[in-house]
């Protein structure tokens, strides 16, 4: 047998070649599984599986150049091609194969097998290029070894491979450096144990000697794999700095799709991922139920209308981090809209629990809010839902539960309350009723019944309050005891209001051109146009329009809107005084109205509120003293008094025994369309001698 010898730095070098090519294989099994499904995967997957097929192949030579016989030796370049496309092709599979999801036991198991075999077979091939004659001989146990060796170091480096996936980015360098140096080893005593197994006969030439020489092979072989495995490893380096840069960008874009931008919290499409998946969790068995809380703050609009667009923002953010801070760590807390938070709470699997979260939220608005100069208080409604109970589907609950916080709203705000079934028929009505208010300003739905008040004593007609209708196109006659609110609400009740006003004075200048008596009309302001600033210029612009002197106006102010902030609304009643419109206070009794801001308001009517002449008789009770006092205070402040709602004739009777100035109420007339007024007016006016004018 022919003697081989080693070279031990060529040995060490092609240890170095295996271990620089491992670690250029892991870098681009991180870089690969990064990328996803991206469409660069397959060039990155070609471009690494060259790399390191090269890398292995490379060691290769590099090894057989530390080995020498005593004969001179060459290899056929077919052969050694072959074997390079070995290299390769075992090399793409088996960056494919770590790099594409989740690695199972069995299929690394499988997939080492087939790559060690792979590699031996590189080897073989290899060797095969050497052509010697006679062939060389193997000693089968060391061969099956070395095929062993390939195929435990692949099942190691695939494992490795697919645990340094996951390794934090800090100490990952230093992993994968163990990790190749480990590979190198295997791949290179797989090479050597190869080595081993080879018996060169004493009569052996080699009948590629003549073919690529050895050591130029293994030179320029060595030298471009260093080459390529440099240039691989900075493109793979500059390609993760880039890919870095575009995940923080991307993390960014994705934050601020899902993130409100004033408070920081989760917008509706972070909530909506949540709640789906809180259902998925549920309807998968590993989840519970859960209850969504509808926050709609009471009062927002003002704080915004009055301090500005600031200060309101400052409140949101001030709100968010007091929910946040009676919230349990797993709730979620999102803005839904501007003023509307939602709560989601998981594991709420009683009413009981729900409630215990409701009275957290109440509590944060406990202390008031600090605004420029003054502490405000702000108060919640809030509308609670429960999967699966009220909904099992994500735009059911987050509807249920703002039909239940609508229901707290109507039913004096801060507080909650729980969905019921018959809250949404109310609030489909609502919502319908909210969205058709635009069209009914413009499509003439709108149309006004006139009540007469009359004077206590002669009954003869004093004036008349424009009381408004609206003809729904699909509900019909709507009340505005129902639909006044809730343009206050929306704020369509400027709109609507301007409309009443111009409507009545458009009537008067018809029954004026048409020769009808003059007769003062009383106007409904609510508090929301009374807030108005441009209020006294658009009434007064439209009286000037159908020159409708402003005395012949009465504009009814309610008690209670009229001391919600005395101050304000007090400026503005001097406004329209001071421009010749009348003014009353309507409902009177109902608020809680201060002696002098009531002296200061020097209002020209007083209207008791229909609720103390209900009640009204002949014999000495509350109603009676309550009616007498007012009509006395009224008296005092030179005010008349109307008494509303006078349905019988017995209630009459006392008011004129309390020397009430002014009735209004069905027992005398209803209110009435225009026509039907008219009527009702001629026919007071031929009665008598002289017609009651004002
Ligand atoms: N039980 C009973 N009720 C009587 C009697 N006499 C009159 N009424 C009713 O009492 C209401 C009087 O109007 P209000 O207190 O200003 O209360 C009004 C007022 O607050 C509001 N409203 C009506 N029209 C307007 C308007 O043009 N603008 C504004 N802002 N509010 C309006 O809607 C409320 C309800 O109006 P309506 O349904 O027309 O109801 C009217 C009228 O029909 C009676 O003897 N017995």
Known sequence: MLQGSYSYPLVFASLFIATIASYTTLDLVGRISALGKSAYRVYWLIGGAIAMGLGIWSMHFVGMLSFSLPIPLGYDPTITFYSLLIACGV?????????RGQLSFARMTV???LMGLGIASMHYTGMAALRMQPEIDYTVTILIASVLIAIVASIAALWLANALRTTQPGLLWLHRLGAALLMGLAITGMHYTGMAAAKFPTDSICRAANGISTNWLALSVGGTTLSILAITMV???????????????????QHQATHDGLTGLPNRVLLAERIDSAIARHNSQSGTPFAVFFIDLDGFKTINDSFGHNIGDAVLKDLAQRLQAVMRKDDMLARFGGDEFIVL????????AAVRIAEKLLSSFKTGFKLPGIEMGLSPSIGIAIFPRDGDNIDTLLSHADAAMYQVKTSGRNNYRFFEVEMNVATLRLVTIQQGLQAAVRENQLFLHYQPKFNCIDNSIQGAEALLRWQHPELGLIS???FIPIAEKSGQIISVGQWVIEQVCRELSEWRAA??????IAINLSLVQLRSPSLVQDILTITGRYGVPPEMLMLEITESAAMENAEETRSTVDKLKSVGFMLAIDDFGT??????????????????DRAFIKTLTREEGRSRSIVSAIIGLAHALEMEVVAEGVETRAQLD??????????QGFLLARPMPKEEFLQLLEAARHASAQPEQV
């Open 91 to 99: 090399s793409y599979f088996a960056l494919d194969l770590v790099t």
């Open 111 to 113: 997939s080492g097998v």
């Open 235 to 253: 493109l793979s380096v500059l390609d993760a700095r880039l890919q870095l840069r575009t995940n923080v960008f991307v993390k960014r874009l």
């Open 345 to 352: 709470a998981e594991g709420v699997t009683d009413d009981t």
């Open 480 to 482: 505005p005891a129902e």
């Open 515 to 520: 020769g009808h008596a003059m007769i003062r």
């Open 591 to 608: 608020g809680y109205s201060s002696l002098s801001h009531l002296q200061d308001f020097g209002v020209h009517q007083m209207k008791v």
């Open 654 to 663: 006392v008011l004129q025994e309390l020397r009430c100035d002014q009735t």
